[in-house]
């Protein structure tokens, strides 16, 4: 591994979780996260650019296995979106999907062992450091909520105009007495807020949390024999469940996604 | 947990991802589903309407067998008739043949025993005479007798 300086507890977990950054500009801002972005992008890339050759050699006839496995995924989408969202699922739908895919490629990258991962970053990228799960990263996450929340937004205000939204905003939930005008809206503000915060931070706490967990356990490997088999049978059973959750991270963030646009199409 | 620039070009990403998805993926992959959905429920409505002719059909065949068989029974009925018909006619026709028949033979067993009562008529006659002869011998004239025999031989 990154060999020179002693390899300590603090020096292995940080190792793995620095991000390789590049600066753009002068403000600590304008700070780049090239693992994050490229990985992320490379994922898309596969995940999309695969999809993209298997649709477009699609037939109406009778599908070859790569077809029938990309429309089982985009039915299974549509399927889950068709149950929240009513309406033109034009947008929603491939949104849906988008997210789902991405998200659940990048949470996938959690599946490569740490070390292994290091290990390719470290000798054939020559990358000391590199954080191969992006959404392990909170820029991730929020970018994807906080793009969602736009959207939402911008749905909301297409769809019941600013008038319609104005008035869903200062008049429910409690109802449209003035006196709760105030009521309502701080209601619905706290809502607005915690929206992309929960959607974001649950996505991120459990990816990152996750690879933390497998960090210690390894760490807890290198400590003798005992604990190279205790952490490696707790390692062996968090690797197993680590897969529901990444699935399943995926999936509440798509289903969420859908939820959130249902609402904005739809007037309470 | 430090935002900076990151968070823009994820979202960036993300929405070049998004357009790709809605303009080059989805459309193309439902439109594919769809008409396959549609050729599916064509099928399957053809599959009904093929299940009724086919009923229809069966109907028909039904109808059709049923009336080839009155008709079948009515030509084996008519025939069956006709037969017996035929046989009273060739009965009557060969009674009367055989009536004829014995009539014919009778009448020429009439005309035998009529020419056989004439030849034996003549012969008894010669043979009378030829007695008469034997007995009468001498005293009998028989030219005068021949006359008397003549008329005795026309009353018989």
């Known amino acids: 591994m990154a060999a020179a300086q002693e390899l300590t507890p603090t020096s292995y977990i940080g190792h793995h979780l620095t991000n390789r950054t590049?600066?753009?500009?002068?403000?600590?801002?304008w700070t780049l996260h090239l693992d994050t972005f490229l990985t992320a992008a490379l994922l898309g890339g596969i995940g999309f650019g695969f999809l993209w050759w298997v649709v477009r050699g699609a037939t109406s006839g009778v599908p070859n296995k790569r077809q029938a496995f990309v429309e089982m995924l985009i039915e299974f989408v549509d399927?889950?979106?068709?149950?929240?969202?009513?309406?033109?699922?034009?947008?929603?739908?491939?949104?849906?999907?988008?997210?789902?895919?991405?998200?659940?490629?990048?949470?996938?990258?959690?599946?490569?062992?740490?070390?292994l991962a290091a290990w390719f970053t470290g000798n054939v990228l020559q990358q000391?450091?590199?954080k191969p799960v992006p959404t392990s990263d909170i820029n991730t996450t929020f970018a994807l909520a906080l793009s969602v929340w736009a959207l939402m937004i911008f749905y909301n205000l297409k769809v019941k105009g600013i008038g319609g939204w104005t008035h869903e905003l200062f008049c429910t939930p409690f109802g449209s007495n003035p006196l709760l005008w105030i009521l309502n809206f701080?209601?619905?503000?706290?809502?607005?807020?915690?929206?992309?915060?929960?959607?974001?931070?649950?996505l991120y706490g459990n990816i990152y949390a996750g690879e933390i967990i497998f960090m210690l356990?390894?760490?807890?490997?290198?400590?003798?024999?005992?604990?190279?088999?205790?952490?490696?049978?707790?390692?062996?059973?968090w690797a197993i469940f680590h897969i529901l959750i990444v699935v399943l991270q995926a999936y509440i963030f798509m289903m969420l996604t859908a939820v959130y646009m249902a609402m904005a199409h739809e007037s309470h | 947990m430090n935002l900076n620039v990151t968070m823009i070009a994820q979202a960036v990403t993300f929405l070049v991802f998004i357009w790709f998805c809605k303009v080059l993926i989805w459309p193309h992959?439902?439109?594919?589903?769809?008409?396959?959905?549609?050729?599916?429920?064509?099928g399957l409505a053809a599959a009904e309407e093929g299940k009724q002719s086919l009923e229809r059909s069966a109907k028909q065949a039904d109808q059709a067998i049923a009336r080839s068989r009155d008709r079948a029974n009515e030509i084996v009925a008519q025939a069956d008739m006709r037969a017996s018909q035929m046989i009273e006619e060739a009965k009557s026709a060969a009674k009367s043949e055989g009536e004829r028949l014995i009539a014919g033979a009778k009448a020429e067993i009439d005309q035998e025993v009529s020419r056989a009562k004439e030849i034996l008529r003549t012969q008894v006659a010669a043979l009378a005479v030829a007695g008469a002869e034997q007995i009468l011998k001498r005293e009998v004239?028989?030219?005068?007798?021949?006359?008397?025999?003549?008329?005795?031989?026309?009353?018989?």
């Open chain 1, 22 to 29: 590049i600066s753009l500009g002068e403000s600590p801002f």
């Open chain 1, 79 to 115: 399927d889950q979106v068709k149950g929240i969202f009513h309406g033109n699922r034009a947008f929603v739908a491939p949104l849906a999907l988008t997210v789902f895919v991405w998200v659940l490629l990048m949470n996938a990258m959690d599946f490569i062992p740490v070390d």
């Open chain 1, 128 to 130: 000391q450091e590199w």
């Open chain 1, 186 to 202: 701080l209601f619905n503000a706290v809502e607005y807020v915690s929206k992309p915060l929960s959607h974001s931070l649950r």
């Open chain 1, 217 to 237: 356990l390894w760490m807890w490997a290198a400590t003798g024999l005992v604990g190279s088999v205790f952490g490696g049978v707790l390692a062996l059973g």
């Open chain 2, 29 to 42: 992959l439902i439109r594919a589903i769809e008409a396959r959905q549609k050729q599916i429920a064509d």
């Open chain 2, 141 to 156: 004239d028989p030219k005068a007798h021949a006359d008397m025999l003549a008329a005795l031989q026309r009353q018989l």
